[in-house]
């Protein structure tokens, strides 16, 4: 089992960056795809960016292609969300997910384990 903590939202005008941080329990962190996902007021919850175990595979939603980088460091428990040219669009909470098995990366309901979110807030 594997808990989850996100950190590092915050309030940002449009165009400024921010980076999310989710720290992992458990020391078999490496053995889980770990991913970001976003959920804003009245909408679904969407896949954001997701990473291989290894952290050699990465993969983006479209609408942040470019502009948010995913990494991850094994050796602290953590993957990180580098977030860009952030727009008003980008407003909601993110939620940092990890499973040991994925086989679509952007599918919501495959995730096992989920941390508590964190607020993001872009202002124009």
């Known amino acids: 089992q594997v808990q989850l903590v996100e950190s590092g939202g915050g309030l940002v005008q449009a165009g400024g960056s921010l980076r999310l941080s989710c720290a992992a329990s458990g020391r078999t962190f490496s053995s889980y795809y770990m991913a970001w996902f976003r959920q804003a007021p009245g909408k679904e919850r969407e896949f954001v960016a997701a990473?291989?175990?290894?952290?050699?595979?990465?993969y983006y939603a479209d609408s942040v292609k470019g502009r948010f980088t995913i990494s991850r460091d094994n050796a602290k428990n953590t993957v990180y969300l580098q977030m860009n040219s952030l727009k008003p669009e980008d407003t909601a909470v993110y939620y940092c997910a990890a499973d040991r098995t994925i086989v679509v990366v952007s599918a919501v309901g495959k995730y096992e384990y989920w941390g508590q979110g964190t607020q993001v807030t872009v202002s124009s």
């Open positions: 990473i291989s175990k290894n952290g050699g595979s990465k």
